[in-house]
């Protein structure tokens, strides 16, 4: 991973925004799935598929790629959006998401769509997946980076504790877990639904190297990911702090926006929103 | 009588005949495996010695992972193997996995199709003393429904570990069911097994019924066949190791020629050997069958054969199954 200049920082962060545009036009056309974390998540998706992940879109199977493990698979209007854009396949392909046929399942499903390194949604199980590869790796003897998405809500998995004791335990340095702390879950607040703080003394109990961010403050996110990288006798997690629903004024740190869609009334807001920046350049888009 | 060609053990019918726990096949397998593929790795949960996995542990530290008292995450951590190159064995007690990570299973193995061996061990009544917590009766079914699944039922010690070896080679998700307890040997090395090939272990001059078992029945099916030999009916035994996928071209033949079909399982009779054998009769000819297994209801502690005899899965049950299937033929 090259360091990130300001230049590329400003461009990282345009398409974002486009990755925000992209997410309320396929989840408007898809007519069902998740708005607030795609949303929350844009940025971080952003600057794993552009900038830290050693990839090749045209060559989804080369063997020494580094793996994205989304483990909260109901995200994933996220990644397939900044995959459309990375070039894995075509932008037009996003209207079919969950459209029967088509290679963008509800939920991502490994052997659909090229890229997709694991089958996810039952919550979880992303991290262990994750691990296999990292031991994988390890075995192999190879250099490639593996980073699992979680969100917070999925902490409450027993599957998900026993995947980081074992990362613990057998020091995975080649593994990164990415947490979206965005404190919302489909039921509500998480602290309300089951208390999940501290979990910076839970990872680093169990041996584990903690960093914390801002998940919308690109140019620290990829300093947490270098400084990972530069971690060599544990496992990273990132607790990266973000606001469900990012970008859209009405959809921002309301849970009710996690697991439904917008309308078209609402859809039209959003875009205009996102296209004009929060009205800061109006006139091109009235 | 005994199909010549199956080389079967001489003495199985013999009191003494040597009995051997079939784990240790698995142990042997999984060792011989990891000998002939680099990718071969074993991960168990806290029960290495007690699912043979000591010896592969021992040969190839490197290659072995103990995941701890955790069948979830050691089924989903060998999910992650099984797609970067990796041919996972997972090892542990079948009430646990495939019991508790059904889940994980489903989503991350069959779905993934991750290239993953699940090793049940413990698994039926005949576990005996530990009581039905720990005897594992519905693991064919419900691996058996999960599509890209496999399933392997070896009848004794030295096809478990033939079976062992074999599901190394073959791609995409199995599942081996092992039992516990000495079980007589009844194949010899010499006896041919091929994974979705069913085998006929015996056949009398004029067949009137054919008892098609798995896994530790496939003996008892043997002596039931001996002794209604001696009633003058005339029986064919099949040794029918995978469940799936179901060698049907044989079992339609066999039931063809017999009209009547006894199944013997140490399993539930819901969605084991039995309904599997019933889906594909009902379709293409269906048959008079009755149904020798654990009917609806749980284990308890006891000595193997004592639980055998009292839940109905012993030879007299077998026997008294193809007397009662015999009535039913028209």
Known sequence: ????????????????????????????????????????????????????????????????????????????????????????????????????????????????????E?????????????????????????????YCMLSDGEHEEGNLWEAVMFAGKNKLSNLTAIIDRNNIQIDGNTENVMPLESLRDKYESFRWNVLEVDGHNIERFVGAVFEAMATYEKPTVIIAHTIPGKGVDFMERDY??????????????????LRTLGNRIKSEHE | MINAKTKLNPKLFDADVEKLPIRNGFGEGVLIAGETDPNVVVLCADLTESTRSDGFAKKFPERFFEVGVAEQNMATIAAGLGVSGKIPFIASYATFSP???????????????????????HAGISVGPDGATHQAVEDIATMRVMANMKVIVPCDAIEARKATVAAAKIWGPVYLRYAREGTPIVTTNETKFIPGKAEIFWESKKPEVTIIACGTLVR?????????????IGVIVVNNHTIKPLDEKLILEVAKKT??????EEHQIAGGLGSTIAELLAKHNPTPQEFVGLQGVFGESG??????????????????AVHIVLKRKK
Request: glycine share 8%; proline share 5%.
């Open chain 2, 99 to 121: 019991g508790r990570n059904w889940e994980q299973i489903r989503t991350t193995i069959s779905y993934n199709d991750s290239n993953v061996k699940i090793a049940g061990h």
């Open chain 2, 220 to 232: 008892s099916a043997l002596l039931a066949a001996k002794q209604l030999e001696k009633e003058k």
């Open chain 1, 1 to 116: 991973m090259e360091p990130l200049h300001e230049k590329k920082l400003i461009h990282l962060e345009e398409v974002a925004n486009h990755v925000r545009e992209g997410i309320i036009d396929m989840l408007f056309e898809a007519g069902s799935g998740h708005s607030a974390g795609p949303l929350g998540m844009a940025d971080i998706f952003t600057a794993m598929y552009f900038h830290v992940l050693n990839h090749n879109p045209k060559k989804p199977n080369w063997s020494e790629r580094d793996r994205l493990v989304l483990s909260n698979g109901h995200i994933c209007p996220v990644q397939y959006v900044v995959m459309a854009y990375a070039g894995y396949f075509p932008v037009s392909e996003l209207k079919t998401l969950r459209k029967l046929n088509t290679r963008l399942q509800g939920h991502p499903h490994r052997g659909s769509l090229p890229g997709i």
């Open chain 1, 256 to 273: 009710r926006w996690h697991g439904k869609p917008p309308n078209k009334e609402e859809a039209k807001e959003a875009l205009s929103e």
């Open chain 2, 259 to 264: 009209g009547a079909i006894v199944t013997a």
């Open chain 2, 303 to 320: 000595k193997p054969e004592e639980l055998m005899e009292k839940y109905g899965m012993s030879v007299k049950d077998i026997v008294r």
């Open chain 1, 118 to 146: 694991i089958t996810s949604g039952p919550l979880g199980s992303g991290l262990s997946q994750a691990i296999g590869m990292a031991l994988a790796a390890k075995l192999d003897k190879k250099k490639n980076r593996i």
